[in-house]
């Protein structure tokens, strides 16, 4: 905004705050293109955004920097207060408080073993996690049905497991699921791997592998979606990755880890030739123990047979058919003694029971109920013919007393309403009182228009 300078007579540019800060700012990012900027975190804020907010600071100065949540999402390690880092960045100028400050586009570790401080911090995440317990780890099938090997198809890995397999137990069919095993697109090349595997579920036994290499090299395997997935498989893995002195986050969360590709096949099978030893062995120890078993029963069945032909159940046989029969005999005897002694004694108290029988003496008991009968139905009838001319009697005294009969000889009765009190005197009632006036044959209802006392007619 210009304003008339009213001493010196000339017009004067006047910023705003917010006009100079975003000229600066535009200053700023015109000047610098993207700096590599090496220094030690500080001041480290994470907020739910997803940003994060730090100072970058060496032994003279710091600088506020600011790495946005889709660039963040890429680092390979999580970023702390101490941590020395190398950046790269855009210079810029935050308007809203004035402050210079760099907007990360890039963060790595600085100096030697940037790519093992990523992989120590991701070892100790997952750690804490629980992804290497060793009690979520999946037995390996000791005789697999299918082993689908994840590695490049053209490694020396993949011609080693072969090879091996090949020597220890051929009849195993393979399935190779060829990946990148080195290389920006290296992980999710085996990331699908291991989900194509867990879709098809036609292997029980996986075996992830390469060769050996650099740090840099096996940096694919300590990816942290290939570690997650492999975590979530339900077929038992193994991991050989790199020689032996090599280990990998696959390593760690694989449910066991080979020190090489050989191992690998070795542990993913058993040795046929070892397996038929053990099998012929067996099969010599079963038929020795059959062997023997069948003597041993037959010298038993022939203990048996002669113990049975001298104790030939005949001779016994016929001996206690005879002394069956003789008690057979004897029971008969004897049944037939009871049932003649019974019957005697039956016909005892048969002529007992009816020299006794209550015949006659029930019928002069039923002549005797029928005398009484007639004599009771007698005198019933007299007294009743007395009763009822008492009844008769004391009727007609009744309605001589009756207030009734008095109503049929042209009388009333009048009762005030509501208390149904019989009126003696006119002088308990008034004008307006309800009565109700019983005759001879109903009932009237009436109201007081005007009353008379008995004195004035």
């Known amino acids: 905004m210009s304003k008339l300078d009213s001493q010196a007579g000339f017009h004067r540019d006047i910023y705003s705050v917010s006009r100079l800060n975003s000229e600066v700012r535009s200053v ?5 293109p993207l700096l590599w900027v090496e220094g030690e ?4 804020a994470r907020p739910a955004s997803g940003h994060i907010y730090f100072s970058l600071k060496d032994a003279q100065a710091q600088v506020r920097c600011a790495m946005f949540r889709m660039k963040r999402q890429h680092l390979r390690f999580q970023p702390e207060n101490g941590l020395k880092v190398l950046i790269r960045a855009r210079v810029g100028l935050y308007e809203g408080r004035g402050e210079f400050q760099l907007i990360a586009e890039h963060m790595e570790p600085a100096g030697e ?12 995440k997952l750690q804490t996690e629980g992804l290497f317990d060793t009690a979520q780890k999946r037995a390996l099938p000791i005789l697999p049905k299918r082993i689908g090997i994840i590695t490049s198809p053209t490694g020396a890995a993949v011609q080693d497991v072969l090879t091996v397999l090949q020597r220890r137990f051929p009849a195993i069919p393979l399935l190779i699921f060829p990946v990148v095993v080195q290389g920006d697109e290296a992980a999710q090349s085996i990331i699908n791997a291991l989900k194509l595997a867990e879709k098809r579920q036609d292997c029980d036994l996986l075996i992830l592998t390469r060769g050996g290499g650099s740090l840099e090299d096996l940096m694919a395997f300590n990816d942290e979606g290939v570690a997650r997935t492999i975590h979530q498989l339900t077929i038992p893995l193994i991991s050989a990755v790199g020689h032996e002195i090599d280990f990998t986050i696959a390593d760690f969360v694989a449910d066991q880890r080979a020190p090489t590709p050989s191992v690998a096949a070795e ?17 010599r120890r079963v038929t020795l123990g059959v062997t023997r078993k069948v003597k041993r029963l037959t010298e038993l069945q022939q203990n048996l047979n002669q113990r049975l032909r001298r104790s030939h159940p005949g001779v016994r046989l016929q001996q206690q058919q005879q002394y069956l029969d003789e008690l057979s005999m004897k029971l008969e005897h004897r049944t037939r003694g009871v049932i003649s002694n019974k019957n005697s004694t039956l016909a005892i108290f048969a002529t007992q029971l009816y020299a006794k029988t209550p015949i006659h003496k029930l019928s002069r008991n039923k002549e005797l109920c029928t005398t009484l009968h007639n004599r009771l139905q007698r005198n019933i009838q007299t007294r ?8 008769g009697l004391a009727v ?5 007393l009756s207030p009734l009969a008095t109503l049929d000889r042209g009388y009333s009765i009048t009762r005030l309403l509501p208390q149904k009190s019989v009126i003696l005197d006119a002088a308990e009632i008034t004008v307006g009182d309800n009565l109700e006036t019983r005759i001879a044959n109903g009932t009237l209802y009436s109201t007081v228009t005007s009353t008379s006392a008995k004195n004035q007619g």
């Open 396 to 400: 007609g005294k009744l309605n001589t």
């Open 28 to 32: 700023l990012e015109g000047s610098f």
């Open 113 to 124: 073993g940037d790519l093992r401080q990523a992989f120590d911090q991701l070892k100790q």
């Open 41 to 44: 975190i500080s001041n480290l």
């Open 384 to 391: 009743l013919k007395g009763k009822q001319h008492d009844l």
């Open 267 to 283: 542990l993913a099978t058993p040795d046929s030739q070892e397996l038929l030893d053990k099998l012929n062995m067996l099969q």
